[in-house]
């Protein structure tokens, strides 16, 4: 007696032939045609991102589902994500910061005081952090205070007039050995001060420099004469 529920024999091996025919038939279409499957592709993404832009409720629910689609996938996937990601950033680095550069431009055009706000809200909210950027940038660039001593010294070649050491000599009896503001006794630390700063237009001539000592010096900075002499003049009366 024939069991009709059994399939006869070599059915189900037909049917696996005729799957993996038609899979092999699919594969070898896609092989032939991959060009014109990816701009189908590219053109149907196309289609749905112009669908997208104009409707915000479509425009989220696409991004809840690609960030569901990203929390749904597991480590090694996020790590591939996250390495290639990297690698576009690296081969596209001058296009993305021009982009970004734009985009940022844009912003500062269409609302400068917002993007202000929103800078100094950050930096109040971060200040640790932006502390850290100041202290880590002086670490790496630990001769930038020596660049700006040097462009110092550039303008100070560019300036009119030069003074020699017997010029020093005759400041230093003029002033009896102590510095002009404090009249500390000057010794062998004392700064060739510029009545006008250089940075003001002042010359290198002997009639614009003076003798100071290191604090008044350092305390002085780019102040002309007068101003600092006022400026001392406050604090004495503070006191
Ligand atoms: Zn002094």
């Not at 499957?37 to 997208?52: P, T």
């Not at 290639?84 to 993305?96: G, L």
């Not at 700064?191 to 940075?199: Q, S, T």
């Not at 305390?219 to 004495?236: T, V």
Request: hydrophobic share 30%; charged share 35%.
């Amino acid at each position: 007696m024939a069991d009709d529920s059994i399939p006869p024999p070599g059915e189900a091996a037909k049917v696996a032939e005729r799957q993996a025919k038609t899979r092999a038939q699919r594969m070898k279409w896609r092989l032939a045609n991959a060009e014109h499957r990816r701009e189908y592709q590219r053109s149907q993404r196309a289609a749905d991102k112009k669908r997208r832009d104009g409707d915000l409720a479509l425009q989220q629910a696409h991004l809840a589902k690609q960030r569901a689609r990203y929390h749904a996938e597991s480590a090694e996937t996020k790590e591939l994500r996250a390495v290639m990601r990297s690698k576009y950033h690296q081969a596209n680095r001058e296009a993305i910061t021009a982009r970004m550069r734009e985009r940022a431009r844009q912003r500062r055009e269409e609302d400068a005081e917002a993007v202000n706000r929103k800078k100094a809200e950050w930096r109040q909210a971060n200040l640790e952090r932006v502390r850290g950027t100041a202290v880590n940038w002086h670490k790496a660039n630990p001769h930038s205070h020596k660049i700006s001593n040097a462009r110092r010294r550039a303008r100070k070649r560019a300036a009119e007039g030069s003074y020699t050491k017997d010029d020093i000599a005759a400041i230093y009896a003029g002033q009896n050995g102590q510095c002009v503001y404090c009249q500390a006794h000057l010794g062998q630390q004392y700064h060739a001060d510029h009545v006008k700063p250089l940075a003001k237009g002042g010359s290198n001539w002997p009639e614009n420099i003076q003798l100071t000592c290191t604090t008044c010096n350092l305390k002085k900075s780019d102040m002309d004469h007068e101003q600092f002499l006022q400026r001392l003049s406050l604090r004495a009366a503070a006191k």
